[in-house]
């Protein structure tokens, strides 16, 4: 595995030329998100608590924003956003608008399928402890690539082989995603505005782990 800045670098090289469509589409998911939130939250709110009467509506508003996160943010979130990036990384893809928003609905059932369960056992390991919840989010962490490079894996299988090829890798990613911090402290600062061109180059360096570690675990499983 190379170093933390071994990626930033390679991040970086591959943005060169093409951080005006990485940060449009930044600002188009987060639109989108945010539209879906604020709706949700707008309903919500309008309602009140204490009125027996309107209980069954909140639960009906919680239930529907589940709903709507499963079958749509999660699989923007995770499957799109993630896979724009790594196209741009491997392949020099910088139609990263279109991938982004096109990635999750294809083959779209098992986007959401693998997304709702990875983010299921995320959650119930954090209702143990919260650490085993974070360590179960790194492990997890390379579903949303996999997902889309092998579509023939069940769920299951996608989250396992995240789980196989994050082996030793767990500190090596969480200290990646630490050397950002300066950059997260700095984003915020700009009222978050800094963020857009933050996570394009947090995920395209994400996108350079993965392809190290697919190039480690395909070595691992031809020798062995």
Not at 145 to 161: F, G, K, N, R
Request: aromatic share 16%; with cysteine.
């Amino acid at each position: 595995m190379k170093t933390n800045q071994d990626y930033k670098n390679a991040a970086l090289a591959a943005l060169k030329g093409n951080w005006a469509p990485a940060v449009l589409y930044v600002v188009l998911l987060s639109v989108v998100v945010v539209a879906i939130a604020g709706s949700q939250s707008f309903f919500s709110t309008s309602l009140d608590p204490t009125d027996v009467a309107v209980v069954p509506i909140l639960v009906g508003l919680m239930g529907g924003s589940l709903i709507v996160n499963i079958f749509f943010s999660y699989p923007l979130a995770y499957i799109g956003n993630y896979n724009a990036f790594r196209l741009l990384y491997e392949n020099g893809d910088d139609n990263i608008i279109s991938n982004g928003f096109s990635l999750p609905f294809k083959n779209y059932l098992h986007n959401v399928w693998v997304c709702f369960l990875m983010m299921l056992k995320i959650f119930l390991w954090t209702l143990l402890l919260f650490i085993p919840g974070i360590y179960k989010a790194l492990q997890y962490s390379m579903t949303p690539y996999i997902a889309v490079e092998h579509p023939e894996l069940s769920a299951l299988e996608t989250i396992d082989m995240s789980r196989q090829m994050m082996k030793g890798h767990v500190w090596d990613l969480f200290l990646l995603g630490l050397s950002f911090i300066g950059w997260v402290f700095l984003a915020l600062l700009t009222l978050g505005i800094g963020f857009f061109w933050l996570v394009p180059y947090m995920q395209t360096s994400f996108a350079a782990f993965y392809g190290d570690l697919k190039a480690e675990y395909l070595v691992g499983n031809t020798e062995a």
